[in-house]
């Protein structure tokens, strides 16, 4: 089974970039990530296919939230862009042996979260 391990989190003030790692062991999937915000559900932002099919959350596009993958390093990657206050939260990453998915309940596996703090 794939074991997800996300980094990358940190303080960092309004309309900074800010690019959040997800290393993963076992297996081919489908990768997403999502965040869960102060007193909100978890939000999907955006996922990616094993071969590169890109799928985005209704608030996000490639220049808000770029995804990449490096297969060959098991790694994925998301940039997050123009952060803002309300962009505060616990970020992860999920991992689904299905088709690339925006819903939740279609992850299997997913890492322990890596926070990321919008502050001035």
């Known amino acids: 089974q794939v074991h997800l391990v996300e980094s990358g989190g940190r303080l960092v003030q309004p309309g900074d970039s800010l690019t959040l790692s997800c290393s993963a062991s076992?297996?081919?999937?489908?990768m997403g990530w999502f965040r869960q915000c102060p007193g909100k559900e978890r939000e999907f932002i955006v996922a990616i296919g094993w071969s590169g099919g890109r799928t985005y959350g209704a608030h996000f596009d490639q220049d808000r939230a770029t995804i990449t993958r490096d297969n060959t390093k098991n790694t994925v990657y998301l940039q997050m862009n123009s952060l803002q206050f309300e962009d505060t939260g616990v970020y992860y990453c999920?991992?689904?042996?299905?088709?690339?998915?925006?819903?939740?309940?279609?992850?299997?596996?997913w890492g322990q979260g890596t926070q990321v703090t919008v502050s001035s």
């Open positions: 999920a991992a689904s042996s299905l088709a690339i998915s925006a819903k939740i309940e279609d992850y299997e596996v």
């Open positions: 076992g297996g081919t999937y489908a």
